[in-house]
């Protein structure tokens, strides 16, 4: 038995059961029963276990969801396969902060202790994020959900990390890195978010030693003088050549530092003077190692004073500048101070100054990575789209500097390295080391663990089972689209394309679809301080996950940023709506037991308009789709269904239906099946409601996510026919418009005379005129003698309507001798007003001016009124 729509369109009323059939069916899975079959296949940008779902989130996956849904109906073995970062700052942020409230600290419980919790809070949260992507109608393969600190993919971390230290591509060293004093680790330059600040530059006087004079030198950090352990001046500055390989005293410290000759000194910046603290400054810290100058840390790792400056030990580093500069200053030291706005690093995650510190840690040669890594992009391997944004990606790779990947947490990839306790002999193993192979002493593990993006960059690959010849590897890798946000192109596309060609000789997916940032109606970032932050979750329980992806999708275009408003979801609802209340119609009108279209010979005029038209539909959707011009394609469909077969064809088709008989039958048939193809068109873009009204259609079974996408088909293509209906429906559209425009209400019939060459085609169309132009009758002529009919002009056809049909002579009468006797009231109260010698002499001379002038338009209005009333006569 048929199912029948309900009345009302109710997505919260059979979303869930819809997603809960489509897993239970295993219809996610790819088909691999035939392996001619092509693959197609994305790997989901793996969110933080610690997120929840956002808009960001929604956009990113309403893309990948269109995508993959599109290519499994268009007949490819498809695979979208899922998973989550194990996110290590933020999770351990998480979680110290929930041990912070029970009066706990990580060491009070140890590393093992810690790990447990760490792995309790991912079982316990871990998955929300999941659970609240499937509301969106996500068709992953949960079966192959993935996890970057899962088994298999941290066997990929340790296999990646022993190859790339035994090619010398992995180093542990001394280098300045970017340390977050608030999260306490280092974190690397891709996720350093840089931002004006306003700032000073602190002009301070070094004394040389034995007395003669001073250099100037100037800084935006004044904490850190006292870390200096060198000034530089220009090996080819004539000013100071005299004074390279004397010294200076530090202020405040006493300490005697060297004057240096450094090509890094300029001579036209500045008094052409730098202090030089290698250990808090990347450009000092090469100075440093040219000029073999130690290396003085004068901050902890939680930016406060070290001890070894007694006076300020244990000050904030703010608070430490403010104390410094008032000693420079009593001690004369401090000459100038300059207003600079210049651009501060912060720490993408949690917005901290960053400051640059020397620290042991472990680094990734990036230069021998890096080129082939552009060669790929640079060869059309890999294409971005828009093509636009492989400037960023070439800007990056191009100025690669070596990655410290190190990070000073627990949670994530234990670093695999292991130092002898005896005699420091370093292994770095796949499997856990514990004896010294060298002198057989015990060995430790580096409490250091991997940056969260090391593993994030293996993700393609590792989750098909790498280093193992899998199946899936063979099948699906590389990866072909790579959905994601141009703000992590740095951080995340760069590494992922290098890594794969290091590791398995292959690019790890073929395109880049970039996206922008979901943006309010106001065109503003989303965000908590401004409060402007819209919850997916809640547009999805109050109008449908389909029309929150209809909306996301709607004027998408690659790299751009998109709006979202009240009036966009409002429209998405109301297109489901104007959808689901026509197929309603539709299948309450059939009596067809099973959709079969007729024979091209039977098909009326309208039928092979309608068909023409959903083939040129089926054309444009595929081919923006096949561009990734996602929002064109909706656009598309949505005019098609809106406009050409709501408004019109299901409208054309009603006399037909109507007649009964094989006609009727005709119709019928290809009623259902535009209705039904045009569900499919959809069905990527709004998934939930393309299947329900799918399920009702007649002798359709199984469920429409795997049935084959629409193909355009010349042979349904009918421009003759097509060519006549356009011109039908031109003159309809015109008729109404004027009878509009006259204020002529839809149910006053009139007669329709019509003069043109096309009379066969207007002439078969008299039901169409009458139903949907008001026309009592039509009557096809050569010229219309009646020179007061209302006259309407097309490019194919001139319509004629008498003006007797088209108005009540005696009513309009009537109406307009009211409006008349109204008028002339109005006349004659500007006119006594303007006799009142009083009014002229007391009011100002512009409200005397307006009231000739409203009188003047009165006399006009009455000399219409007269005009038109002569005219019914």
């Known amino acids: 038995m048929r199912k029948e729509l309900p009345k009302t369109y109710a997505p919260q009323e059979f979303e869930e059961r819809i997603y809960s059939a489509w897993c239970e069916e295993n219809l996610f899975a790819p088909d691999t029963s035939d392996p001619k079959k092509p693959s197609y296949s994305i790997v989901i940008p793996p969110p933080n276990i610690t997120g929840q779902l956002h808009m960001g989130h929604a956009l990113d996956n309403t893309l990948q969801d269109i995508l993959i849904r599109y290519k499994r109906m268009k007949g490819f073995s498809t695979l979208w396969l899922p998973g989550t970062d194990h996110a290590s700052i933020a999770t351990e942020a998480k979680i110290v902060e929930a041990m912070r409230k029970e009066g706990l600290t990580k060491e009070d419980l140890g590393r093992e202790k810690f790990l447990e919790r760490a792995w309790a809070w991912k079982e316990q949260y871990g998955g929300r994020i ?128 060297p004057i240096v000759a450094d090509e890094h000194a300029q001579l036209d910046k500045g008094t052409g003077c730098v202090k030089i603290t290698p250990a808090h400054d990347p450009n000092d810290f090469e100075v440093g190692r040219r000029c073999h100058l130690p290396m003085e840390v004068v901050l902890t790792e939680d930016a406060k004073i070290t001890d070894q400056y007694p006076k300020y030990a244990g000050m904030d580093r703010y608070e430490a500048r403010k104390a410094i500069l008032e000693d420079l200053k009593a001690g004369g030291y401090l000459c100038e101070i300059e207003d600079l706005t210049h651009e501060v690093g912060t720490c993408y995650r949690c917005g901290t100054t960053i400051e640059p510190m020397i620290s042991l840690q472990w680094f990734v040669r990036m230069v021998p990575l890096a080129k082939p890594a552009i060669e790929a992009v640079r060869d059309g391997r890999i294409k971005f789209v828009p093509e636009r944004f492989d400037k960023n990606y070439f800007h990056w790779m191009e100025n690669s500097q070596d990655w410290c990947i190190s990070r000073q947490l627990w949670w994530g990839h234990r670093i695999p390295a292991f130092y002898c306790d005896a005699c420091g002999e370093t292994v770095v193993s796949k499997d856990d080391c514990t004896t010294c192979p060298k002198c057989g002493g015990h060995m430790s593990q580096d409490p ?375 008028v002339e009231a109005e006349i004659a109260r500007a006119e006594g007003k303007l006799a009142n010698e009083g009014f002229i002499a007391r009011a100002p001379a512009a409200v005397v001016d307006g009231e000739k002038a409203k009188l003047q338009k009165y006399i006009e209005k009455k000399d219409s009124i007269i005009a038109a009333i002569e005219k019914l006569k």
């Not at 035994?166 to 999260?183: A, F, M, Q, S, V």
């Not at 009623?671 to 068109?681: D, G, H, M, N, S």
């Not at 006053?748 to 008299?766: G, H, M, N, P, S």
């Open 130 to 257: 999941i659970e609240q992507l499937k509301k969106m109608g996500s068709s992953c393969d949960w079966s192959r959900e993935r996890f970057t600190l899962d088994e298999g993919c941290s066997e990929a971390v340790r296999e990646v990390f022993k190859r790339l230290y035994d090619k010398g591509l992995i180093y542990r060293g001394e280098r300045i890195i970017n340390w977050c004093p608030h999260c306490k680790t280092s974190i690397s330059n891709a996720e350093v978010d840089y931002e004006e600040q306003q700032g000073h530059f602190w002009h301070i006087r070094y004394p040389l030693v034995g007395g003669g004079g001073y250099v100037e030198v100037a800084t935006t950090r004044p904490e850190t003088m006292l870390g200096d352990t060198a000034v530089a001046v220009n090996p080819n500055d004539e000013r100071y050549k005299d004074m390279i390989g004397k010294y200076v005293v530090l202020p405040l410290v006493g300490r005697r530092i």
């Open 448 to 822: 250091d663990t991997l940056d969260t993006w090391f593993s994030s960059a293996l993700w393609p690959f590792s989750t098909m089972g790498w280093p193992h010849d899998t199946e899936d590897l063979k099948r699906f890798y590389p990866t072909n689209t790579l959905v994601t946000g141009y703000d992590i192109i740095t951080f995340w596309v760069s590494r992922m394309i290098f890594s794969a060609l290091e590791y398995t000789d292959n690019i790890p997916f073929d395109t880049v679809l970039i996206h922008g940032l979901v943006r309010d109606a106001q065109g503003r970032k989303m965000s908590k301080s401004l409060g402007n932050g819209i919850d997916p979750l809640e547009i999805i329980e109050k109008y449908g996950a389909d029309a929150l992806r209809f909306a996301l999708a709607t004027g998408n275009s690659p790299g751009n940023d998109m709006r979202f408003s009240d009036e966009k979801i409002e429209a998405a609802r109301n297109f489901a709506n104007k959808l689901w209340n026509a197929a309603r119609f539709v299948m309450m009108n059939l009596t067809i037991d099973d959709i079969k279209l007729p024979d091209a010979s039977v098909l009326a005029p309208e039928d092979k308009w309608i068909l023409t038209k959903l083939q040129a539909c089926i054309k444009n959707v595929s081919g923006n789709l096949d561009k990734f011009e996602i929002g064109i394609a909706l656009s598309s469909i949505y005019d098609f269904i809106w406009d050409i077969y709501c408004d019109w064809y299901i409208e054309l088709s009603k006399p037909s239906v109507a007649a009964g008989g094989e006609r009727a039958n005709n119709t019928q048939n290809v009623l259902a099946y535009v209705l039904r193809e045009t569900l499919k068109l959809l069905h990527p873009f709004m998934p939930f409601i393309t299947e329900e009204i799918y399920q009702g259609l007649p002798g359709e079974d199984g469920s429409i996510m795997i049935k084959n996408y629409p193909e355009y088909n010349e042979a349904l293509v009918f421009e003759a026919e097509t060519d006549s209906m356009e011109k039908v429906i031109e003159l309809i559209k015109a008729i109404r418009a004027r009878r509009a425009e006259m204020g002529v209400v839809p149910s006053r019939k009139a007669q329709l005379f019509i003069e043109t060459k096309y009379k066969d085609a207007f002439a078969e169309a008299e039901p169409f005129f009458a139903k949907l132009a008001s026309a009592s009758s039509l009557t096809i002529v050569d010229t219309c003698e009646d020179e007061s009919a209302v006259r309407i002009i097309t490019d194919a056809a001139t319509a004629y309507i008498p003006l007797a049909d088209m108005v009540d002579f005696e009513a309009e009468r009537k109406r307009l001798e009211g409006e008349l006797k109204t």
